[in-house]
């Protein structure tokens, strides 16, 4: 068994089994399946959010090898990588509670408490309106530079995401938005898997997860060869020699995507 708490559940859970009582909080419940429940609570006036596991059976394991997926056991897979990720400086959410109870991977019990990021405001929702209302070009360039950094950082401290879009990337509005900073912290990290080095299959996903999820927010080539240049910390000329077929690929699932779009005549 693997226990770690912080305050205030440290406290709160004292002499008690902290199993038992993370499954006895309460609030907005955002995700309720049967192995897995994502809520929001709060403690002493303060938010939290809990992804809770319980277990997701041999049979979805096997199911999940079969089709060439990596299978989420529990909440470990998140409290590594947020673990590894603090240790590189990359912004994200803090735990302050982790548990994890049972050997079999099968039936194994875990929690993962950590910190509510308020206020912030996801970087899909910022961007949606930039299409028609351009932001200013320092803001955007800032937030393209702060993105490349994130995942350049995670990918080299051993982490991909696997859930890696713009929505995953929070930004703060309580402190000063503009060319001259940006706050920013990347969440939703239970699939992560973390390693001491990322194959170049998990960041060429992680990659395109990110080009596709912003493909309708009004990049220009510019724009994409400056997140390139932040992310590879390379010379373009050698970027676009090393990565030549990484580029290919996204290009031609994007024009895919955008020929599926005006097909169905709905979002990407």
Same mark, same amino acid.
């Given at each position: 068994?693997?226990?770690?708490?912080?305050?205030?559940?440290?406290?709160?859970?004292?002499?008690?089994?902290?199993?038992? @009582?993370? @499954?006895?909080?309460?609030?907005?419940?955002?995700?309720?399946?049967?192995?897995?429940?994502?809520?929001?609570? @709060?403690? @002493?006036?303060?938010?939290?959010?809990?992804?809770?596991?319980?277990?997701?059976?041999? +049979?979805?394991?096997?199911?999940?090898?079969?089709?060439?997926?990596?299978?989420?056991?529990?909440?470990?897979?998140?409290?590594?990588?947020?673990?590894?990720?603090?240790?590189?400086?990359?912004?994200?959410?803090?735990?302050?509670?982790?548990?994890?109870?049972? !050997?079999?991977?099968?039936?194994?019990? !875990?929690?993962?408490?950590?910190?509510?990021?308020?206020?912030?405001? !996801?970087?899909?929702?910022?961007?949606?309106?930039?299409?028609?209302?351009?932001?200013?070009?320092?803001?955007?360039?800032?937030?393209?530079?702060?993105?490349?950094?994130?995942?350049?950082?995670? &990918?080299?401290?051993?982490?991909? &995401?696997?859930?890696?879009?713009?929505?995953?990337?929070?930004? &703060?509005?309580?402190?000063?938005?503009?060319?001259? +900073?940006? !706050?920013?912290?990347?969440?939703?990290?239970?699939?992560?898997?973390?390693?001491?080095?990322?194959?170049?299959?998990?960041?060429?996903?992680?990659?395109?997860?990110?080009?596709?999820?912003?493909?309708?927010?009004?990049?220009?080539?510019?724009?994409?060869?400056?997140?390139?240049?932040?992310?590879?910390?390379?010379?373009?000329?050698?970027?676009?020699?090393?990565?030549?077929?990484?580029?290919?690929?996204?290009?031609?699932?994007?024009?895919?995507?955008?020929?599926?779009?005006?097909?169905?005549?709905?979002?990407?």
């Amino acid at each position: 068994m693997t226990l770690v708490l912080h305050e205030p559940f440290k406290a709160l859970w004292a002499e008690r089994d902290a199993f038992v @009582e993370v @499954e006895r909080l309460q609030g907005v419940v955002y995700r309720e399946l049967e192995n897995r429940r994502t809520l929001r609570t @709060e403690v @002493e006036g303060r938010g939290y959010f809990v992804k809770i596991h319980r277990g997701i059976g041999w +049979g979805e394991i096997a199911k999940n090898l079969a089709t060439g997926k990596a299978p989420v056991l529990g909440a470990g897979q998140e409290w590594r990588a947020l673990e590894r990720l603090h240790r590189a400086g990359v912004p994200t959410m803090t735990a302050v509670a982790y548990g994890e109870r049972g !050997s079999n991977p099968a039936t194994q019990h !875990s929690f993962i408490v950590t910190e509510e990021l308020a206020p912030t405001v !996801s970087l899909e929702d910022f961007t949606a309106t930039w299409p028609e209302v351009p932001p200013a070009p320092g803001l955007k360039r800032k937030l393209i530079d702060e993105v490349a950094r994130m995942a350049g950082t995670m &990918h080299r401290a051993g982490v991909n &995401h696997r859930d890696c879009y713009i929505c995953h990337f929070l930004l &703060h509005t309580d402190r000063p938005i503009g060319a001259r +900073g940006v !706050s920013l912290s990347l969440i939703d990290l239970h699939r992560a898997q973390t390693r001491d080095e990322v194959p170049r299959r998990w960041r060429d996903k992680d990659l395109a997860g990110l080009y596709f999820s912003a493909l309708d927010i009004g990049l220009t080539r510019r724009d994409k060869l400056r997140f390139l240049k932040a992310y590879f910390r390379q010379p373009l000329r050698q970027i676009l020699q090393d990565e030549a077929a990484l580029l290919r690929r996204l290009e031609r699932k994007a024009a895919k995507l955008y020929a599926r779009k005006l097909r169905y005549g709905g979002a990407l």
